[in-house]
């Protein structure tokens, strides 16, 4: 069975620092993929990144920088020099692979970062 | 590029009433899922369809919930005789088909309340 784990509910940060948010994930399949996306107060869910599970390279896009470690099974995201745009509720996802290609997504139930002036 | 367009944005209903939710996705993308999100949860998975087919329906789905995509373009989601449980934000997403590494783009959701 899949499961995405946020374990932090909330994070306040002030503005300048860096935050990481968690994720760690299970999953049978060896062919899956990981996801990040942003849910700002407006409410609709912004694609972050993609990785999948045969690719463990770190990704740096600007300030968003993304640690993907299949040995602990985490998917970790970091913020470097927070701003108050960065409010929102973040929620790491997992796609699992099958024979028909489906690709429904499994959600954690995300992590709300509030950054303070 | 348009994205995904989801209609209404907000319904009031009473309890026992039927709704229906409209979504268009990116143009071009075959394939088309309908999410449930609550209060401080993240999305769950409902049902998805590859152009017109229904491939998948999650046990969440209960009999009162119906979803067409007719021509393979629009979806609709109805829920007949709603319950106060049916209280939810529903999100479409959309992508392209091709294997299992898509992304899904998401619509801004149909806020849902039952009086």
């Known amino acids: 069975a899949q499961k995405v784990t946020q374990a932090q509910t909330e994070i306040s940060v002030v503005e300048k620092e860096d935050v990481t948010l968690d994720c760690v994930y299970e999953?049978?399949?060896?062919?899956?993929?990981l996801f990040w996306y942003k849910q700002p107060p407006s409410g609709e869910l912004v694609f972050l990144i993609r990785?999948?599970?045969?690719?463990?390279q770190n990704e740096i896009s600007g300030r968003y920088s993304w640690n993907f470690q299949k040995s602990t099974s985490s998917f970790n995201f970091t913020i470097t020099a927070s701003q108050v745009v960065d409010s929102a509720v973040y929620f790491c996802a997992l796609s699992e692979g099958d024979q028909t290609g489906a690709n429904n997504l499994f959600f954690g139930t995300g992590t709300r970062l509030t950054v303070i002036p | 590029d348009t994205g995904v367009s989801q209609d209404p944005r907000h319904k009031i209903t009473k309890r026992g009433q039927n709704v229906t939710f409209r979504c268009d996705p990116i143009s071009e993308h075959n394939r088309l899922y309908w999410y449930r999100q609550t209060l401080g949860q993240g999305p769950e998975f409902l049902t998805y369809f590859q152009n017109e087919a229904q491939l998948e329906k999650s046990r969440l789905l209960s009999d009162r919930f119906s979803a067409e995509r007719p021509k393979g373009s629009f979806s609709t989601l109805e829920i007949q005789r709603t319950e106060q449980g049916d209280s939810a934000m529903y999100l479409c997403?959309?992508?392209?088909?091709?294997?299992?590494?898509?992304?899904?783009?998401f619509g801004p959701g149909t806020r849902l309340t039952v009086l």
């Open positions: 997403a959309s992508s392209p088909s091709v294997g299992i590494s898509d992304t899904q783009y």
């Open positions: 999953t049978r399949d060896t062919t899956y993929y």
């Open positions: 990785r999948n599970s045969f690719d463990e």
